[in-house]
């Protein structure tokens, strides 16, 4: 029973880090309808970014993760305005074409200036170790990721159902010249909620550094796993990725710890399973758009 707790937190935890890396995709993906398989590259550059403030300039590690978010945002913003809007109204197929593009430049770009060796970031003592709670293990960092994570979720699912930006994202969504006609600035939605969704990413990529590690080929290793996460939960809300990671990341630690040798096919036996019951995924429409 204790090992089937350790790794329900563990996967727990696993799962909440996938969903903030995923997340961003969830909502370009479903709420823009733009395929965006570049995504796991703007989570990379938040990585390094954290990375090199913390083990190379010595800043705090919670201090460098702001910053995380904010780079990746940035450069999902000048990316979003210079190519990808140009890409909004074409086809899903030029759409995976050009982000497929993006992200082979990214990783030889990176693996020039960084090199090629997998790195993880240095964590401050105090979240270093674990303690027992009735002789469950509970990992310092890993309960970190599931709080940071968590009130992420909710933040998220309060914009976009709550706020009155939420409602301006979905009307330039489903009518783009009637929210126009109605005064909202369709483009200046669609660049601010790109750049959140990169911003998430890189936030994600930076507390996702020191369990995954990063290395240049990060976009390329995890753009799977991402796909997965919004294909199972469906691509028309948050809450869909949110299960659905949550699932994945439960089934992923126990399948690694209980069947180490087929564990890596335990998601995607999960992904076959509810696609064939449920095609559009947990929580996808019933008809397309």
């Known amino acids: 029973m204790t090992a089937i707790l350790t790794n329900l937190f563990d996967g727990v935890a696993y799962g909440m880090l996938l969903f903030v890396l995923a997340c961003g995709l969830a909502v370009t993906l479903g709420l823009m309808n733009f395929v965006n398989l570049a995504h796991g590259a703007f989570a990379m550059a938040g990585g390094y ?13 919670f201090a460098a993760l702001p910053l995380a978010f904010v780079a990746s945002a940035v450069i999902g913003a000048l990316l979003e305005r210079t190519l990808y809007q140009h890409l909004y109204a074409r086809s899903h197929l030029d759409q995976v074409l050009f982000s ?32 027992d709670i009735f002789g469950v293990g509970i990992g310092r960092y890993r309960l970190m990721i599931i709080v940071i994570c968590g009130l992420l979720t909710v933040g998220l699912q309060l914009v976009l159902s709550k706020t009155r930006f939420g409602s301006r994202l979905r009307a330039a969504v489903d009518d783009p010249r009637a929210a126009s006609g109605l005064g909202i600035n369709v483009p200046q939605v669609f660049a601010f909620t790109f750049a959140f969704g990169c911003g998430l990413a890189g936030l994600g990529g930076a507390l996702s550094a020191e369990i995954l590690g990063l290395d240049p080929y990060f ?10 996460v919004v294909t199972v939960g469906g691509s028309s809300s948050i809450t869909g990725p949110f ?4 699932l994945l990341g439960v089934a992923d630690v126990a399948g690694k710890y209980y069947v180490p040798k087929l564990g ?5 036996t999960i992904m076959i399973v509810i696609l064939i019951w449920r095609p559009n995924g947990l929580f996808g429409r019933t008809a397309t758009r």
Not at 49 to 61: E, K
Not at 264 to 268: A, L, N
Request: charged letters at 10%; one cysteine or more.
């Open 264 to 268: 890596p096919f335990v998601i995607y």
């Open 100 to 131: 497929i593009g993006l992200v082979f430049m990214t990783v030889a770009t990176v693996d020039y200036i960084m090199g090629s060796s997998r790195i993880f970031i240095k964590l401050p003592e105090i979240l270093q170790g674990q303690f």
């Open 219 to 228: 976009p390329l290793k995890f753009m799977i796993y991402f796909l997965i």
């Open 49 to 61: 970014v954290c990375a090199v403030l913390v083990n190379r300039v010595g800043w705090p590690f």
């Open 243 to 246: 299960l659905a990671s949550l």
